[in-house]
């Protein structure tokens, strides 16, 4: 029972969190995901709010407002900011 439940996350779909590129391969379609991994998050009164990922919070690194901060939650291919990720 177990292994039709879980058995097709295990072979046939692959997640890659890497410092610059996260990637997601799935079995006979190859990669289906490639992005930046980044986050742009907004930041008001102490509350974070998640506004884009990928290529689009990508654009807004070093172009943003105060408010608005684009980070890479991963850093040397260990996970630096756990909030985020």
Known sequence: MFSRLFGFMS???AID?????TLVYVKDQGIVLNE???VAMSIVG???QTLAVGNEA???L???PGSIVA???LRDGVIAD???T
């Open 17 to 21: 969190l890497g410092t610059a590129n």
């Open 71 to 73: 980070i890479r939650p």
């Open 36 to 38: 930046p991994s980044v």
């Open 58 to 60: 990508k654009q807004m």
């Open 82 to 84: 756990f909030e985020v």
């Open 46 to 48: 102490g509350k974070k």
């Open 11 to 13: 072979s046939d779909m």
């Open 62 to 64: 070093g172009r943003t």
